[in-house]
């Protein structure tokens, strides 16, 4: 089974999936939806067609000082709306501070084309946020 991550976004949703072990985190795709969750919501369903996902990992947009940002109530509302079309799929939430900057720093370090940035920086925010849940998982584990 897979945990697919999700960087949850006003116009555009990144996807990260894991590998069937649950080693490695790849990029997925980003899904231009420019606000209709309907789209996202189909194109999740397709993906659960692919590959045998029992998790969603979604980041929540928390501030450096750990409060709710504007965004939180519109993740929850997200995250409501996947509950309902998918019951059977656990929904794990994870602080996503800082990814979006750590995929800008790592689009940099790669020198990638700046037009090309737009379309994967949401990606790529989704691969740190299902990292950052697999190293919370992980070290629940040892404990």
């Known amino acids: 089974m897979r945990t697919?991550?999700?960087d949850y976004g006003d116009a555009r949703v990144g996807l990260a999936l894991t590998d069937p072990l649950g080693f490695t985190?790849?990029?997925l795709e980003t899904i231009h939806h420019?606000?209709?969750?309907k789209i996202v919501l189909k194109r999740l369903e397709e993906i659960l067609q692919t590959y045998e996902i029992d998790a969603f990992v979604i980041g929540?947009?928390?501030n450096?000082?750990?409060t709710k940002t504007e965004r939180?109530?519109?993740t929850e509302k997200f995250i409501h709306k996947l509950k309902c079309k998918f019951p059977k799929i656990q929904i794990e939430t994870i602080d996503e501070r800082l990814t979006t900057v750590a995929a800008h720093r790592t689009?940099?370090?790669?020198?990638i084309d700046g037009r090309k940035k737009k379309n994967i920086v949401d990606t790529i925010s989704a691969v740190y946020i299902l990292e950052t849940y697999m190293r919370k998982k992980e070290n629940n584990e040892e404990k």
Not at 107 to 111: A, K, T
Request: net charge negative; no cysteine; charged share 10%.
């Open 4 to 6: 697919l991550g999700i």
């Open 64 to 66: 450096m000082n750990g």
């Open 60 to 62: 929540m947009p928390v």
């Open 34 to 37: 420019q606000g209709n969750d």
């Open 25 to 27: 985190a790849q990029g």
């Open 72 to 74: 939180v109530e519109v």
């Open 107 to 111: 689009m940099n370090f790669l020198e």
